[in-house]
């Protein structure tokens, strides 16, 4: 069976620094996608981020990138220079070729960023 | 830029009642979701629909749910008779193709059950 694994509850960062929000994934199938959502306090949930499991290249969307293992089967978020507005909770998400098109979700990341 | 609209935003309702949440995708997808995430817990899939009927769906979704796109535009989500346990927020999304492309959300519904 597919699994998300998010194991920080939640972090702390300084503002301007960055952080790294750690996501790890259990699957037998080739061929998947991981995102990246932010959602914040109003409930909303805004994408950020996608990662091909066949793509090359690590995904890059402005401040976030996305640093992409797959051996060790790890997607984890990268926000750099991070300010107060990214303050949230962070969702990763998987979606696989061969389980249909549901996203599944980890159990999220509460990100504080403190001045 | 397009996005997914919601309606409403907040839905109080008794035990028992059926709750209609409305949703609007984007207009160019072709395949819908229904979210559930209870306060504090995950998001969990309920339902995908394309091509005007049920794709897949989740043990959530038993048969006091059911899902319609009554028109070309709305997809809505029936709820016959609510329990205690369905209060949540209820995200709808939208994409533009079935795999490996991006799921736009709404900004969810809160649905309290009392």
């Known amino acids: 069976a597919q699994k998300i694994t998010q194991t920080q509850p939640g972090m702390f960062v300084q503002e301007k620094e960055a952080v790294t929000l750690d996501c790890t994934y259990d699957?037998?199938?080739?061929?998947?996608?991981l995102f990246w959502y932010k959602q914040p306090s109003s409930g909303e949930m805004i994408f950020l981020i996608y990662q091909g499991s066949y793509d090359q290249q690590n995904a890059t969307e402005g401040r976030y990138s996305l640093n992409f293992q797959k051996a060790r089967k790890s997607a984890n978020l990268v926000i750099s220079a991070s300010q107060l507005g990214d303050s949230a909770m962070y969702f990763c998400?998987?979606?696989?070729?061969?389980?249909?098109?549901?996203?599944?979700f980890g159990t999220g990341t509460q990100l504080k960023v403190e001045l | 830029e397009p996005e997914v609209t919601q309606t409403p935003s907040h839905q109080v309702t008794q035990m028992g009642q059926e709750v209609i949440l409305r949703c609007v995708p984007i207009s160019n997808h072709l395949y819908f979701y229904w979210y559930r995430q209870i306060l504090g817990q995950k998001v969990e899939f309920l339902v995908s629909?394309?091509?005007?009927?049920?794709?897949?769906k989740s043990e959530i979704f038993d048969d006091q749910f059911s899902v319609e796109r009554p028109d070309g535009s709305n997809f809505t989500l029936k709820i016959r008779s609510t329990k205690l346990e369905d209060s949540a927020m209820y995200f709808c999304?939208?994409?533009?193709?079935?795999?490996?492309?991006?799921?736009?959300f709404g900004q969810g519904t809160r649905l309290t059950v009392v």
């Open positions: 998400a998987m979606i696989f070729t061969g389980g249909g098109n549901k996203l599944t």
């Open positions: 999304a939208s994409s533009a193709r079935s795999v490996n492309t991006e799921a736009f």
């Open positions: 699957t037998s199938d080739p061929s998947y996608g």
């Open positions: 629909f394309y091509n005007n009927e049920i794709s897949e």
